[in-house]
């Protein structure tokens, strides 16, 4: 017995596929004809499919067209499938050598969306990764757009105020600001419970042939299990990110990500090993978060 949503997922199958490029605007006669359906029932369903989004109607011809969140699902589609097939090796071997849950993440937006997951054989997963919209500000991956982005597009995906998910989120645009500039110097990014209480992580940046980061390769688990390896986390998600974005056809350049700030992100080079400068920038950058916190820590302690 076929269900009530099967019919109308065919359905909506059905209508879309009579649109091409060589029929890229049909009238409700022309939908309606080949499934001989009357007037009023093709009026019905294709209402409900432009409320879905998915067709638009033109008010002065009425005639019907493919509609803009097709668009950008399609763009989205296309552009994580290319991503997402090289990226499959990388993201599995990065889960085995770690122990932990990799994801692959794009920039749809201003969010970042989990097109890939591979999760960890240890207790304590993290189910519901893949297809979960994630908040920029407050994730590992979300964090390396915007570490790598040029000033005008980092300062349109950053758009105060910024949501507290947690206790240790960082909605403070300076502070954020501070912690990407640290995070684009050592190469990585990272996450502290900001975004799902205790699940820490680090991610860095996949990088296409212009140069742009087209997404996200992310490490994490427990803060109980994932703590005491942050740097060796480090070491291989860039290790991982770099062999995609290799395969991509990225070029590291020496001094520059696209918009004239230097970048740590992906050294292929300096890759063959492992990364001593990975160990060296965690330990750095903790040392700059603790000291650019004190003072205001002591204002509002005086407050």
């Known amino acids: 017995m076929v269900s009530k949503g099967a019919t109308v997922l065919q359905k909506l199958?059905?209508?879309?596929?009579?649109?091409?490029?060589?029929?890229?605007?049909?009238?409700?006669?022309?939908?309606a004809k080949p499934f001989r359906w009357p007037k009023s029932t093709a009026y019905r369903i294709l209402g409900r499919i432009e409320e879905a989004g998915f067709l638009d109607r033109d008010e002065r011809s009425g005639l019907y067209r493919l509609g803009i969140r097709l668009a950008r699902l399609g763009e989205l589609a296309r552009h994580s499938t290319s991503v997402q097939r090289i990226s499959t090796a990388a993201l599995h071997r990065l889960s085995t050598e770690t122990g932990e849950t990799a994801t692959l993440m794009v920039l749809h937006g201003t969010e970042g969306i989990t097109v890939d997951v591979v999760e960890s054989y240890q207790p304590l997963m993290l189910p519901g990764?893949?297809?979960?919209?994630?908040?920029?500000?407050?994730?590992?991956?979300g964090k390396s757009f915007l570490a790598w982005?040029?000033?005008?597009r980092q300062r349109a995906l950053i758009r105060p105020p910024l949501a507290r998910y947690t206790s240790t989120t960082i909605t403070d645009v300076n502070a954020l600001m501070r912690e990407l500039e640290i995070s684009r110097r050592r190469g990585y990014t990272t996450v502290n419970g900001e975004n799902i209480e205790d699940v820490i992580g680090v991610a860095a940046p996949i990088h296409d042939h212009h140069g742009d980061v087209s997404a996200a390769l992310t490490v994490g688990g427990p803060r109980s299990r994932a703590t005491g390896k942050m740097e060796s986390l480090a070491e291989a998600v860039m290790a991982a990110a770099a062999s995609v974005s290799?395969?991509?056809?990225?070029?590291?350049?020496?001094?520059?990500?696209?918009?004239?700030?230097?970048?740590g992100s992906t050294t292929i080079r300096r890759r063959t090993g492992k990364t001593r400068s990975a160990a060296r920038g965690l330990r750095e950058s903790r040392k700059e978060t603790v000291e650019s916190r004190r003072p205001r820590r002591r204002a509002a302690a005086r407050d």
């Open 13 to 31: 199958s059905e209508v879309l596929g009579l649109f091409s490029p060589e029929r890229p605007e049909l009238s409700v006669r022309d939908i």
């Open 129 to 141: 990764l893949l297809g979960a919209r994630q908040p920029l500000h407050a994730t590992a991956g």
């Open 149 to 152: 982005a040029p000033h005008a």
């Open 246 to 263: 290799a395969a991509l056809g990225y070029q590291q350049r020496e001094d520059a990500n696209g918009d004239g700030r230097r970048t």
